[in-house]
């Protein structure tokens, strides 16, 4: 073997041994620079997530939720309705009761009477709040006898639609009314409140 050939082994044998050596420093620098000390920096290394940070719902869940929404809605909007009815048959009992007798004597008495009647200035109307009539088409109706003598009146409201067309007709009346003195009869309609009605005084009769 020639001493040039050994020289080159030697040479070889030795870098092999410094590449070693370097990369054995180079992995313990990494090591000490993700430890941490009172004096030192630190390297995070990245981790894997934890689930218990995650907010949300899964797709099922997102589903049960929105249909409990939807069913809690559309029981409040149920109990809604009732509600309303329920008002609205309140207010229409409150106000038959004090005006059966009288609107079916003042059907009765119109029933003849031809035209307008001799008492439409004797009578004003006043529309009543939805608010205050759970929802129902109610007019205040005010029939004052402007006469010297006691005297019933026999009044008809005509609820017409926008082309003017009668869809419902009630009566009401006030009985034996001294001179001076005024009733406040009510007339209701039954109607839906769509489409809108508007009420006519379409006779009173003085009698």
Do not use: H, W
Request: hydrophobic share 40%; proline share 4%.
């Amino acid at each position: 073997m020639s001493t040039r050939t050994a020289d080159a082994r030697g040479r070889s044998s030795r870098s092999r041994r410094i590449a070693v050596l370097l990369a054995a420093f180079a992995f313990g620098s990494v090591l000490v620079s993700c430890s941490t000390d009172s004096g030192g920096s630190s390297v995070s290394l990245p981790t894997a997530p934890n689930a218990s940070n995650f907010t949300g719902s899964a797709p099922s869940a997102l589903a049960s939720a929105a249909s409990s929404i939807i069913g809690s809605a559309r029981a409040s909007a149920s109990a809604a309705a009732s509600s309303a009815a329920a008002a609205a048959s309140a207010f229409e009992a409150s106000v038959s009761a004090d005006t059966a007798r009288a609107s079916a004597a003042a059907e009765k008495e119109l029933k003849d009477v031809q035209g307008s009647g001799n008492a439409t200035s004797e009578v004003a109307m006043t529309g009543l709040p939805r608010a205050e009539t759970g929802g129902l088409l109610a007019v205040l109706v005010t029939i004052t006898n402007k006469t010297d003598q006691q005297a019933s009146y026999a009044v008809q409201i005509d609820f017409k639609d926008s082309d003017g067309k009668v869809v419902e007709t009630r009566y009401v009346g006030a009985e034996n009314l001294d001179p001076g003195k005024r009733a406040q009869p009510i007339a209701i309609s039954r109607q839906p409140s769509e489409p809108q009605l508007t009420a006519r005084l379409t006779k009173a009769q003085r009698y």
